[in-house]
């Protein structure tokens, strides 16, 4: 059954054990909540955390997360800002660090926090790059002007609005 239990990590708890696997839960010393799912022996195997499996959405900050599509993480701040945050081991987990999504009151952002290239993928191929310079390429991975287009045409519909070329010199 479920035990209690205290130690250098704080206090902690079985949720569930079926003899060899167990779900732990604790909190920290430095009032940190924790989950893991984890072998109940000396092994130092981990799993993952499955959250709905069977279906159904998942809030945070929110009591109804809500969606006009199948599934929805929805991430929601009391006041503006909410963001999801990715990190890795080449990025770093600080703040300031690994790519962001976030949306700020109506505003939204992508943020790449890092001094990298942001790539577009489509159809298993690199369609777009954004180089750590501000260089865009559609259709080349290493652009080397603001914009540099590849494999096609560029088309302005609007031709009453014209196009501007301005060369450095005037």
Known sequence: GPTLGSGAVGA??????????GMYTGVSNNGDTWMQSQRNDASTATY???LNPSGGNIG????????????????NAAG???TLRLT???SGSAVGNGLELL?????SYIINRENGVMRFWNNNSSKMVILANG????GINGPTSRLDVSG???EVKDIASGIIMKSPDG
Do not use: R
């Open 48 to 50: 993952d955390i499955l």
């Open 88 to 90: 890795d081991v080449g």
């Open 12 to 21: 902690q708890a079985v949720l569930y054990s079926n003899g060899d696997f």
């Open 135 to 138: 260089n865009v390429g559609i």
């Open 152 to 154: 096609g045409d560029i």
């Open 103 to 107: 949306q700020y009151g109506v505003d």
């Open 80 to 82: 503006n800002g909410s």
């Open 60 to 75: 945070i900050g929110t009591t109804s997360p809500t969606t006009d599509y199948s599934k929805v993480l929805q991430i």
